[in-house]
Nanobody
């Protein structure tokens, strides 16, 4: 059993900043890639950013240069620093992680958090 819990969402004005956090807990043997996805009302969930266990990153074109993904492997936590926020960034942000569960015969699969709401509005 593995759980991902996001935090840091809220209301912010255009041009402002927020920092999201996601902590993984449970019977974790190792975590490979981690990432952030978002879903706006009436739209499909889309990739925002990903980061591998080695630190390689990938960003959606819409957030390139404004958002920064990072991770603390010792804390099993991934972060998303969001700067220069725009109204178009308004969405529920979901944490994702590729996790190998601990124990003999443990499986490896994607896990998802429940999401945290980010609203960018004046």
């Amino acid at each position: 059993q593995v759980q991902l819990v996001e935090s840091g969402g809220g209301l912010v004005q255009p041009g402002g900043s927020l920092r999201l956090s996601c902590a993984a807990s449970g019977r974790i043997f190792s975590i490979y890639a981690m990432g952030w996805y978002r879903q706006a009302p009436g739209k499909q969930r889309e990739l925002v950013a990903t980061i591998t266990s080695g630190g390689s990153t990938n960003y959606a074109d819409s957030v390139k240069g404004r958002f920064t993904i990072s991770r603390d492997n010792a804390k099993n936590t991934v972060y998303l620093q969001m700067n220069s926020l725009k109204p178009e960034d308004t969405a529920v942000y979901y944490c994702n992680a590729d996790i190998h569960v601990a124990g003999l015969g443990g499986s490896r699969r994607d896990y998802w958090g429940k999401g945290t709401l980010v609203t960018v509005s004046s």
